[in-house]
């Protein structure tokens, strides 16, 4: 018999939770959220780092879950679309403006890229100076990295507009 | 009243769980599920000289493997042809695995069973094929010439002849003042949805019944299609169509190999099987559409009206026809758009190549036909010198003309009369939304800045809605909650929301109670599926027209028990009410209650309705003859012919003389599909619509080479728009109500990709004055187009150049 695999068990924190799972060296973060720890919330439609629907956070950061290994996140932080929320401790959740946005403006149809914008959104968003006017610059920079074949991208782009203004009055 | 909700901008009621990551799709399902992957053709024609799996027996993990010699029965023969035609004389299936040649690459040779895709796709790849190759045919000149055959035994390639005309051609062209002939050709994209195919099997080896789900448009037909290529009874077959994440055409295509293959392993291993398609095999293995070489001959007056039309076209159909010759019909018939043409006369070879299959895609011929009409419109036009718009103007069908009969059978069998609209209304609204008077100013504007500005236009009619039929069910439970449920499917179109609202509207309930399930055979299994622009129109009607069944008896047994007559009652806010009269009411949740008479009171509601809860008629049966218990209505709505939506679109481009980059600046859509459920949900199909047509005529093409090998199959070749590429989108609407239909709907889901290849033609032909045959352009080609001193020079140019007015 050929043995192709071998294996790693992998310590992360997804979603403020550590977790540990034991995946194939090969495994994908992506198939990993996915598959082994079961959170389907992150997409794959093209694998290979193209479309972003599988963007998860690591660190803070937009990551192509596609294109990074299970294995590269020993010991670091991922944030997936299931963990955008915020838990209102009285057994709810506060929707991130961004999810806020996205539903107020029409912004997803079939919902299968929409994890993905979410993630790069939140991400642009959560690291600007919410008092600051948004610029379309940035704006281009949260949107234009993934694709969608259903809305044509208008109802996302104001939905950033939305989200922003959201995190302005908020402050 | 607060539950009239239909026409209302609602927010989607499924975006609470997409939006959380809680969405429902293909792969989310069956976690343990061993996984399926194929050995697919890398030649594009072939014959199959041998199939060694040894190399893949020791890879651990691997559980099956199937070629063709492990199919039987119904199985081994050709899948099936799903719509038959009398013109289609040589119709051609593939098979579930490929019966020893291969016609195109990406068909299914060998399917793999692992407890993983890992290893499924590590045991595929020692799976060795030996193959003889065959000569390649690719695009719809190699078809014609017929230097090869595709299936040796058609050796001039074409599957169809589909031929339509409405009176004797030829003497009307020689009898027209001017006639003028041209030849364009158009090309293939495919739908790329974000999810791919995929299917889940699962069997129950004690019920012996199989649940399939599948990322498809007509869960209803996958079914059938099972049971018949399965041996399975229909009643031991269910199929849900689970969140599916987009269609766009290729997912109403069925039944797919793997929609049998994953099932018959799943009975056979007596384990669950799920397959995903991964994008590449998306590229090379679903369905393409569009390619055509159109021919086309119009006579006309001196005032640019149309006297006779011909038009011969091409159509690639690509390796096989198992949808028929749908797409070709649709170009044949839509082709004629808004406009009075008195003879016309239109024949649609449809031929085989050695590529994916063409089936429809958003606008499904569509496209093409404008692309036809409306580059005609341009070319008389031109020829006379008159403005583009005057020229369709004064050959649109006046708004006083309805129902207006074309005379030619649309592609479900029936007349194309249109039912409703205002032509002339949409151009009036275009020219002003889109500034058409200003073209000229904006382009001296644009020239002093260096630039190349365009202006372009196009119009379309869109039948929609075709039949044969919809289903729609309404129960209101003891709780209150109203379930819904039809069988047609979702990509994202929010059908969850806008059934909801006919229904709070119909029935007068909170749309909080209403809960719409689509796609799922146990609920409904009667359907014929999501495409064409039907959903709407198909069950939206059926499901209203089931909510009018409930109300009707609901207000008959609120009237018994409030000794009113039913014509007295309201319902508002889920409470049957006696107008005018406060107190006397019912709430729907006691009369569906009421409506269920029992011997057992399974909780506190339901001893309202036991046998000696109150007094009773002793002379009527508990349930009345004709009567039956519960508070739920079936309906179908099947329509007489398809109801006729129809639009208008402009874009002005401006085109960098250094690098030929094609930059739209405005794009202007006038859009019509009568009454609207959810105006934000239409807007969002227009959005969506327009970003495709702009895809098809600036970025996207499937990029063959001689061989047959599809040199663009990702993401990263295949330029499928980002949001730079899209434009802003002016929109306008206009209604005119279908009188076909209860609600006066008409489709919308198409419209938006219809027009845009021929009005972003017009408008970059405007631009650089050189004649636009061939779509898409890219700025390569463009370029090499104006550089080409053999490039035909558009009237306009000369005259323009003449007075000055060019750059």
Known sequence: MTTVDTERTVTVTVNGVPRETTVPVRRLLSDALRHDLGLTGTHVGCEHGVCGSCTVLVDGDPVRSCLMLAVQVEGRSVTTVEGLARDDHRGGQVLHPVQEAFRECHALQCGFCTPGFLMTIAAGLDKRDPAAELTEEEVDDMVGGNLCRCTGYANITKAVHSAAAAMRDAR | MTTKLFGEPVRRREDARLIVGKGRYLDDIGHNALAAAFVRSPHAHAR???????????????????????????????????????????????????????????????????????????????????YEELPVIVGVDAARAAAHAVHEEIPDNVAARHHQQTGDVDPALAASPRTLSFTQYIERSACTPMEGKGVHAKWDADDRSLRVYSSTQASTSVRAAIAAKLGLS?????????????????????????????????????????????RREHFTSSAHERQQRQEITVGYDDDGRITALDVHIWHDNGAYTPYGIIVPIVTATQLVGPYVIPVYRVVVESVYTNTVIVTPYRGAGRPQGCYAMERTMDRIADALDLDRAVVRERNLIQADQFPYDHHLTFQDGRPVIYDSGDYPGLLAKLRALVGWSEADALRNDAAARGKLLGIGMAMYVEGTGPGPYEGGHVQVLGSGKVLVATGLTSQGQGHET?????????LGVPIEDVEVTTGDTRR??????????????????????????????????????????????????????????????????????????????????AKQATQFAGPGDDSKP???????????????????????????HAAIVEIDPATWEIDIVKYAVVHDCGNVVNPMIVEGQVHGGVAQGVAGALYERMAYDRDGQLQNASFMDFLMPYASEVPDIDIDHQSTPSPLNPLGIKGAGEAGVIPGTAAIASAIE??????????????????????????????AYTRRSGTGAMA
């Open chain 2, 48 to 130: 199959i000289t041998g199939i060694d799996v040894d190399g893949a027996l020791d890879v651990e993990g691997l559980v099956a493997i199937y070629t063709y010699e492990d199919l039987t029965g119904p199985m081994a023969e050709p899948l099936p042809v799903l719509i038959p035609h009398p013109q289609l004389t040589a119709p051609r299936t593939g098979y579930p695995l490929a019966n020893g040649e291969v016609n195109h690459v990406g068909e299914p040779i060998v399917m793999v069973v692992a407890t993983d895709r890992y290893i499924a796709e590590d045991a595929a790849e020692r799976i060795l094929v030996s």
């Open chain 2, 234 to 278: 229909l009643e031991k077959v269910e199929v849900i169509a689970p969140d599916v994440g987009g269609g766009f055409g290729v997912k109403i295509v069925h039944p797919w190999p793997e929609e049998l293959l994953v099932p018959l392993a799943a009975i056979a291993l007596g384990q669950e099987v799920k397959w995903s398609e991964d």
């Open chain 2, 498 to 506: 806008s059934f909801a609202q006919i229904v709070a509207s119909e």
């Open chain 2, 524 to 605: 409904f299994p009667y359907a014929v599926g999501t495409f064409a622009s039907r959903a709407a129109v198909m069950s939206g009607n059926a499901i209203a027209l089931a909510a009018r069944g409930v109300r009707e008896k609901a207000l008959r047994i609120a009237a018994d028990v409030l000794e009113a007559s039913p014509d007295d009652l309201e319902i508002d806010e889920g409470v049957v009410q006696v107008r005018g009269v406060p107190g006397s009411s019912i709430p729907l949740r006691t009369i569906a209650v009421l409506s269920n008479p029992l011997r057992y009171a399974f909780d506190e509601a």
């Open chain 2, 622 to 648: 508990p349930v009345s003859p004709g009567d039956a218990p519960g508070l739920e209505h079936r309906d179908y709505y099947s329509p007489i012919r398809s109801t006729f939506a129809s639009g208008a």
């Open chain 2, 766 to 795: 405007d631009a650089v004055g050189r004649r636009i045959a061939a779509m898409p352009i890219s700025p390569t080609e463009l370029y090499d187009l104006v550089r080409n001193d053999d490039s035909e020079l558009t009237e």
